[in-house]
């Protein structure tokens, strides 16, 4: 090679060194720059985005301006293929770089997921099958009854209904062996199951979260004597399976129904929980409160009024009478907790009689 020949290509490599590096500069200068995003908004990104789809929709957004520019740094980065879908919430003037530092870490906007207490499998079936944002089938067969923790769950856009019903079946193990473990010592209760199973009685029994664990005693008292447990909500389980509401009030018929979940006929726990009880309820079951009343029925002002002879509780039953005549058949019961489609479940005049025994 001549030396004009090398000083020509000398030349030519300093040159594109200094344009490379002022093209570095512009790029690093406009990956710090705020963006053009005026107030916060959310920006969603599909599963199997590429770089072009990415830049299209954060420039329809409005949270980046120059998207040649955007796709120029994002491959030069060396981030093209680690952005994560999903949805997420952008802040006012956001830089580029921020932004791709929060998809690539996956940031993503997670969304809430509320399922009330007392529910049926059945009735949060129903519930999850309406989540818009979800994705996919319900898991078949569905969990056996209670094995559903109810609470507010978050979780992303496009996440499976699968992966949901999957962790609330965890959550309720966890807590199930959580409250298992504070036990109070004697209880008539062979097992966590049985503890389960107790919980979603009192869940079914009263919306009220001090009335928990009087209730919780009232049946663990019961169970101690041997005497039937006589709870409603168990009555209307054995009518429905768990599948509906029962749309109506029990009748004296209601009662002498033959099945092992009517505990006006038969003694001790039904065979399964009858709804899926919340952390509270669990509580409830395994540390009743330390009252020796065997009785209860609604008071008419949202709660229930609690016994200890059937005397007493009879006194207490034609009081709620009188309120429920002077109401014209209604009194205030405990607040409803929405199901699947809005129609309220347990704390609602459903399923009551007049009470005698346990109710």
């Given at each position: 090679?001549?030396?004009?020949?090398?000083?020509?290509?000398?030349?030519?490599?300093?040159v594109?060194?200094?344009?490379?590096g002022?093209?570095?500069?512009?790029?690093?200068?406009?990956?710090?720059?705020?963006?053009p995003?005026?107030?916060e908004?959310?920006?969603?990104?599909?599963?199997?985005?590429?770089?072009?789809?990415?830049?299209?929709?954060?420039?329809e957004?409005?949270?980046?301006?120059?998207?040649?520019?955007?796709?120029?740094?994002?491959?030069?980065?060396?981030?093209d293929?680690?952005?994560?879908?999903g949805e997420?919430?952008?802040?006012?003037?956001?830089?580029?770089?921020?932004?791709l530092?929060?998809?690539?870490r996956?940031?993503?906007?997670?969304?809430?997921?509320?399922?009330?207490?007392?529910?049926?499998?059945?009735?949060?079936?129903?519930?999850?099958?309406?989540?818009?944002?979800l994705?996919?089938?319900?898991?078949?067969?569905?969990?056996?009854?209670?094995?559903?923790l109810?609470?507010?769950?978050?979780?992303?856009?496009?996440?499976?209904?699968?992966?949901?019903?999957?962790?609330?079946r965890?959550?309720l193990?966890?807590?199930l062996?959580?409250a298992?473990?504070?036990?109070?010592?004697?209880?008539?209760?062979?097992?966590?199951?049985?503890?389960?199973?107790?919980?979603?009685?009192i869940?079914?029994?009263?919306?009220?979260?001090?009335?928990?664990?009087?209730?919780?005693?009232?049946?663990?008292?019961?169970?101690?004597?041997?005497?039937?447990?006589?709870s409603?909500?168990?009555?209307?389980?054995?009518?429905?399976g768990?599948k509906?509401?029962?749309?109506?009030?029990?009748?004296?018929?209601?009662?002498?129904?033959?099945?092992?979940?009517n505990?006006?006929?038969?003694?001790?726990?039904?065979p399964?929980?009858?709804?899926?009880?919340?952390?509270?309820?669990?509580?409830?079951?395994?540390?009743?409160?330390?009252?020796?009343?065997?009785?209860?029925?609604?008071?008419?002002?949202?709660?229930?009024a609690?016994?200890?002879?059937?005397?007493?509780?009879?006194?207490?039953?034609?009081?709620?009478?009188?309120?429920?005549?002077?109401?014209?058949?209604r009194?205030?019961?405990?607040?409803?907790?929405?199901?699947?489609?809005?129609?309220?479940?347990?704390?609602?005049?459903?399923?009551?009689?007049?009470?005698?025994?346990?109710?």
């Amino acid at each position: 090679m001549t030396r004009g020949r090398l000083l020509l290509v000398l030349g030519l490599l300093a040159v594109l060194t200094v344009a490379g590096g002022i093209g570095w500069w512009v790029v690093v200068r406009y990956l710090d720059t705020p963006g053009p995003l005026a107030e916060e908004t959310v920006v969603y990104i599909p599963r199997g985005s590429g770089v072009e789809a990415i830049t299209r929709r954060l420039a329809e957004a409005g949270a980046i301006d120059r998207p040649w520019l955007f796709r120029i740094a994002l491959r030069l980065s060396g981030r093209d293929r680690r952005l994560q879908a999903g949805e997420y919430r952008l802040t006012a003037r956001m830089t580029p770089a921020q932004i791709l530092d929060m998809m690539q870490r996956g940031e993503v906007l997670l969304r809430r997921i509320t399922v009330p207490e007392g529910l049926t499998v059945a009735e949060v079936y129903a519930l999850l099958a309406e989540v818009p944002f979800l994705t996919g089938e319900l898991p078949e067969p569905p969990p056996p009854e209670g094995r559903l923790l109810p609470e507010t769950y978050l979780f992303p856009r496009d996440a499976s209904r699968r992966q949901v019903v999957r962790r609330m079946r965890e959550a309720l193990e966890e807590a199930l062996a959580e409250a298992w473990a504070q036990r109070a010592p004697d209880l008539p209760l062979a097992s966590p199951e049985e503890a389960l199973v107790l919980a979603s009685l009192i869940e079914k029994e009263t919306s009220l979260p001090e009335e928990y664990p009087i209730v919780a005693a009232v049946f663990v008292n019961r169970l101690r004597k041997g005497m039937r447990l006589q709870s409603d909500p168990t009555v209307i389980y054995a009518l429905t399976g768990g599948k509906t509401r029962l749309g109506r009030r029990l009748t004296r018929a209601d009662l002498a129904v033959d099945s092992p979940y009517n505990t006006y006929r038969r003694a001790g726990l039904p065979p399964t929980p009858i709804a899926n009880p919340g952390r509270r309820a669990l509580m409830a079951a395994v540390r009743p409160a330390d009252v020796d009343y065997l009785y209860f029925v609604a008071d008419g002002t949202g709660g229930h009024a609690f016994s200890r002879t059937l005397a007493e509780h009879n006194r207490k039953v034609r009081a709620w009478r009188r309120i429920r005549d002077r109401a014209g058949g209604r009194v205030p019961l405990p607040v409803p907790r929405p199901a699947a489609g809005g129609q309220p479940v347990g704390g609602t005049e459903e399923g009551r009689v007049e009470p005698d025994g346990a109710r």
